[in-house]
């Protein structure tokens, strides 16, 4: 089983629709990271979330960090084909050395 | 963006063939780390690094070996490659444990 469900794996929506993608555990995380990946690149970091129902905004992005820290949420408002990539969330193993354990990712696509 | 320059960008080999692919940071950070990314797996860690000759293994280290004679560098070795070991890989850094990780744009590698 993987620590971390990503879902869903796949996103097709059109220009303009809101949309919400999901990180889930059973496990317990002192904090939370959301990246972005698009072709070719290396992910990005978009946001880390630390406290429980914690919810963080990027512009058009929300983050939202479980009661209990288990689970995490991104919710998209307007959706742009900008939006476009994989989006993929990733704990720390809990060491001091920055190991990081990576869900499989959303891919989304945003039509216009 | 972050100074990360991977090497070579893109490599095409044969089986049993060694291969040592290079991770280059112009930030001076203390923590390297070595990721593969293959499609239904996420990014999942290798190796990594957190000074110059301390380094460990990660989640899928088997078939690999790893390097650091200077802080700026960072590499990756498959001793004899094999087909299973045709993937993106992605070398990150960070400034601390608990700094975020900056990526770079990736090693797509084919072993044939």
């Known amino acids: ?18 949309l919400t993608v999901y990180c889930n555990s059973s496990s317990v995380f002192s904090s939370l990271q959301w990246y972005r990946q698009e072709p070719g690149e290396g992910p990005v970091l978009l946001v880390t979330v630390v406290t429980g129902g914690e919810v963080k905004k990027l512009k058009r992005l929300t983050f939202q960090f479980g009661d209990a820290r288990k ?34 990712g959303t891919q989304l696509t945003v039509w216009p | ?18 291969v040592t692919l290079r991770c280059h940071q112009t ?6 780390y070595w990721y593969r990314q293959d499609p239904g ?11 110059v000759k301390d380094t460990d293994k ?5 078939g690999y070996s790893v390097s650091r004679s200077k802080t700026e560098d960072f590499l990756l070795t498959l001793e004899s490659a094999t087909s299973s070991q045709t993937s993106v890989y992605f070398c990150a850094i960070s400034g601390g444990a608990n700094q975020p990780q900056h990526f770079g744009d ?6 044939l």
Not at chain 1, 1 to 18: A, C, D, K, V, Y
Not at chain 1, 82 to 93: I, K, P, Q, S
Not at chain 2, 41 to 51: A, E
């Open chain 1, 71 to 104: 689970d995490s949420s991104l919710h998209i408002t307007a959706a742009q084909p900008g939006d476009t990539g994989l989006y993929l969330c990733a704990v720390d193993r809990g060491s001091t050395l920055g190991r990081l354990y990576f869900g499989r």
């Open chain 2, 58 to 62: 990660g989640e899928v280290s088997d």
């Open chain 2, 27 to 32: 930030e001076n950070h203390r923590y390297m």
């Open chain 2, 41 to 51: 797996h996420g990014l999942r860690l290798i190796h990594y690094s957190y000074g």
């Open chain 2, 1 to 18: 963006d972050a100074g990360i320059t991977q090497s070579p960008r893109h490599k095409v080999t044969e089986t049993g063939t060694p």
């Open chain 1, 1 to 18: 089983t993987q620590l971390l469900e990503q879902s869903p794996q796949f996103l097709s929506i059109q220009e303009g629709e809101n």
């Open chain 2, 106 to 111: 990736g090693t797509r590698l084919s072993i």
